[in-house]
């Protein structure tokens, strides 16, 4: 019947697209579409390379994904009480939102943190709110993934030193941070200093992992917030992958060796609604890395040539009208996400257009990947959609579209340069205006928003963050800057400055000033005394 | 045209979260207004001294990590002081609707929220500066 319509030329359409500004997409798909583009390798089976099909062989039949849900509860001991409990639950993976202060280099009484102490995660202003952070929990035990970038090796050191004073040794310390600029100047903006020696502070973490982390993830490349910031699927896959040719580069012109770093190199994407082109991106990108790193950078090791993410479903996709909704929403691209092999998950709550998400939502966020893990059965065959003829086309059509990307980014010099050119951010605006224009204009339909409308009000109920909470992070910063020897800190922060002006890794200073109760404002200062801040240029 | 509407849009606080306050800017420049973009991490002192610089019609707020309960009254507060009185202020990001009331007590005109079309915006804006000396 379908198809009759179709030759009819009646047609809901005039052209299908997977998203706007995504894919076309044909009537119907064949073997002709779907034949791979070098047949005798890149469907090889699971976890044989170039791993399209999964990094592992059994897929999640040995073990599921981790579920691992982002939070951050104002203060420490809110955030340390909520995970003591998950801990206590059996959960042993922590996923640690920071407030912006803490991300942008400002102590909780700075100037610039009005408003903002305890809003989106936790305040961590010195080793003190750390300790207490993780306290009743062995930091040797469990796995945590912090979402810091530019403060990154500060708040490494506070977690290397917190769990030296636990007694935990830190090569047993598992877990990783975000340690990723380049998608800040890109996207998600929480920079400090210049692109240079923002470059230089991640390779210093990634060596200093390389050499006394062997468990620590020490960089997540994401592809997540260019996303949430505009990007097709095909850009998000294109400059994530940019970007990650950029710091294997940089970790080699360091004189490191690429298989001894690239096994702790980790990703991190997106999930959209659109399932099966979701399920593609996810193929190719395991793919094309693979592809990457054999053939430009001759690795050896086969967990280099391996690509393993992180996904959180896409934030902007969420309506304010009919919340509920998003529930559905969420459960397509937690479905696409497992479909597509990651190795953990993030879904977002429904009530995250309205306000930071309530305990409520954020049960509904997690069952919902436990019923897609228990339920639903998708979990139990390797690469579920592997040989769909529509599935294969898209996975070969956004290769071809990530390898044209890098090909132009290669020939502007680099990330790095197509960043500093605004060549990426202008490339993400253009794709965000068309989408609203076309979500104005109707041709994108959201449900609930220019379509199928109520009046209805949500009356969900929202989380509110307290404002005495400014007051008392203030008096604890305060009462510690009282009590600690200030003749050290200052000894200490004068060498941080001098470390930075030099080649010398910035990790074993950083880690001897944060035990001296140094704060992350004054880390930071120091810090920007010795390379200047950065001032984005505004491309809209 | 000299009669343009001149607009400065600006995210305070250390929020990054700049998609919709861009996809703003350009959407107010497609229907012919002026509009300035002063960008991320700028204080409320920052914003008033812009707008009385670039002498504005209308200033637009953008602000998702929370923070706006802090940030705009003490734009606004800064704008009453210091600025022209007649500034149209509206606002965006992610606010909860009982935070409102007290908004727009502050002197900021309409709150809009995700998934507001440009053109709503473009029409407050213009039925709210109607008439307007230049």
């Not at chain 1, 065959?381 to 044209?404: C, F, H, M, W």
């Not at chain 1, 880690?511 to 984005?536: M, N």
């Not at chain 2, 990054?16 to 703003?24: E, I, L, N, S, T």
């Not at chain 2, 053109?119 to 008439?131: N, S």
Request: aromatic residues 8%.
């Amino acid at each position: 019947m379908a198809e009759k319509k179709a030759e009819e030329s009646s047609e809901r359409k005039k052209e299908f697209k997977t998203t706007v500004g995504g894919i076309p997409i044909k009537k119907v798909y064949g073997p002709v579409d779907s034949a791979p583009v070098d047949p005798n390798k890149d469907l090889a089976a699971p976890g044989e390379y170039p791993f399209t099909r999964n990094i592992m062989p059994t897929g999640y039949r040995g073990r599921l994904w981790t579920m691992r849900q982002y939070a951050g509860f104002a203060t420490v001991e809110e955030t340390n009480e909520r995970f003591k409990y998950l801990y206590k639950n059996g959960q042993t993976g922590f996923s640690v939102a920071f407030h912006l202060p803490t991300q942008e280099g400002y102590d909780s009484d700075h100037l610039l943190s009005a408003g903002e102490v305890g809003k989106c995660g936790v305040a961590i202003d010195s080793l003190q709110d750390m300790e207490r952070l993780w306290e009743g929990i062995p930091l040797g035990d469990v796995s945590t993934s912090m979402t810091i970038n530019a403060t990154a090796p500060i708040i490494l050191a506070m977690y290397i030193a917190a769990a030296e004073k636990q007694g935990v040794d830190r090569k047993k310390l598992n877990g990783t941070v975000q340690n990723d600029i380049l998608k800040e100047y890109i996207a998600r903006n929480t920079y400090i200093f210049g692109p240079a020696p923002s470059m230089r502070l991640v390779t210093d973490i990634c060596t200093f992992c390389a050499q006394q982390l062997p468990q620590w993830n020490s960089i997540s490349i994401s592809g997540y917030h260019m996303r949430e910031a505009g990007a097709t699927a095909a850009q998000e896959a294109a400059f994530t992958l940019a970007n990650g040719i950029a710091y294997v580069q940089a970790m080699i012109d360091t004189g490191m060796e690429v298989d001894s770093f690239a096994p702790r190199f980790s990703f991190f994407f997106a999930a959209y609604t659109n399932v099966l082109e979701e399920v593609a991106k996810y193929r190719a990108l395991r793919r094309t890395w693979a592809k990457i790193m054999k053939d430009r950078f001759g690795a050896k090791n086969p967990r280099s040539l391996m690509l393993r993410y992180h996904v959180q479903t896409d934030g902007f996709t969420l309506t304010a009208q009919q919340p509920l909704n998003n529930v559905v929403r969420v459960t397509l691209q937690a479905l696409a996400a497992v479909l597509g092999g990651c190795q953990s998950l993030h879904t977002n709550s429904f009530d995250e257009a309205l306000s930071l998400p309530s305990e409520r939502a954020v049960q509904v966020a997690l069952r919902t990947q436990q019923i897609i893990a228990e339920e639903s059965g998708v979990a139990d065959v390797v690469d579920p959609l592997g040989g769909s003829y529509y599935v294969e086309s898209l996975t070969n059509e956004i290769e071809k579209r990530v390898l044209a990307y890098l090909d132009d980014i290669d020939r502007i010099g680099g990330s790095l340069k197509a960043i500093e050119k605004g060549y990426i951010q202008q490339e993400i605006a253009n794709s965000s205006y068309e989408h609203q224009k076309a979500v104005d204009s109707g041709e994108q339909v959201i449900v609930g928003l220019n379509k199928y409308t109520t009046q209805e009000q949500h009356g969900a109920e929202l989380l509110h963050v307290g404002a005495d909470l400014e007051a008392k992070q203030m008096d604890r910063l305060s009462k510690l800057r009282a009590g600690r020897d200030n003749h050290k800190v200052k000894l200490l922060l004068d060498k941080v400055h001098g470390v930075a002006k030099s080649n010398d890794n910035i990790m074993p200073v950083m880690i001897e000033a944060v035990e001296a109760y140094a704060t992350l404002g004054e880390i930071s200062d120091a810090l920007r005394q010795a390379f200047g801040e950065y001032r984005e240029r505004n491309v809209v | 045209m000299s009669s343009k509407i001149r607009v400065l849009v600006a995210k305070p606080g250390l929020d990054g979260h700049d998609r919709g306050a861009k996809v703003v800017v350009r959407g107010l420049r497609d229907v012919g207004m002026e509009v300035i973009y002063l960008g991320l991490r700028v204080s409320p002192e920052q914003i008033v001294e812009a707008a009385i610089q670039e002498d504005v019609d209308v200033v637009g707020l953008s602000c998702l990590s929370g923070a706006h309960m802090s940030l705009f009254p003490k734009t606004m507060e800064l704008l009453r002081n210091k600025g022209p009185k007649d500034i149209l202020v509206v606002a965006g990001g992610i606010i909860p609707e009982k935070d409102i009331p007290q908004l727009k007590e502050a002197g900021i005109a309409e709150v809009f929220g995700p998934g507001t079309s440009i053109d709503t915006i473009a029409k407050f804006i213009a039925a709210k500066t109607e008439g307007k000396a230049r």
